[in-house]
């Protein structure tokens, strides 16, 4: 009672003649496919190989410019330390001047409002300066009409 429908539900199994002759069409399309498909991967080996190459030679190029980028940074922080030693001297050398120059005035100043202020003493101290300054005869100073 295993098998008591008269239908099969299987087909029976198609004789080999049959199989050969259906895939014949079917093979010169995978043929066609496996070909496609090689020239496919080699090409995708090609494309990898030549993106390789390109970051290869991209890292180089970063690599070089960051070197010389380096190197400039260097020559200009070298630079910059130089002007900053050179300003800071001549900054320094300006300011020295500037108290010479202010310690000149002072002293001018308080020589004028000390001579101004002294009175005769101020006028006896200029008098010793300018005689000081001035060329010395060879009458010791005296007047030749005396």
Do not use: C, H
């Amino acid at each position: 009672m295993e098998n008591s429908d008269p239908t099969p539900s299987v087909p029976p199994p198609a004789p080999l003649s049959e199989k050969k002759e259906n895939s014949t069409p079917i093979n010169p399309k995978f043929a066609e496919l496996a070909e496609s498909r090689q020239e496919l991967l080699s090409r995708i080996q090609n494309l990898k190989q030549d993106l390789q190459n390109w970051r290869m030679k991209l890292d180089t190029q970063v690599k070089v410019y960051r070197d010389e980028l380096s190197e400039l940074k260097k020559s200009l922080n070298t630079e910059v330390d130089q002007l900053r030693t050179e300003f800071q001297e001549l900054r320094t050398t300006l300011q020295q001047q500037q108290e010479d120059v202010t310690a000149s005035l002072r002293n001018l100043g308080l020589q004028d409002e000390l001579g101004e202020t002294k009175g005769a003493e101020g006028v006896d101290n200029k008098e010793e300066e300018v005689a000081r300054d001035l060329p010395k005869d060879d009458n010791n100073g005296k007047d030749t009409n005396e």
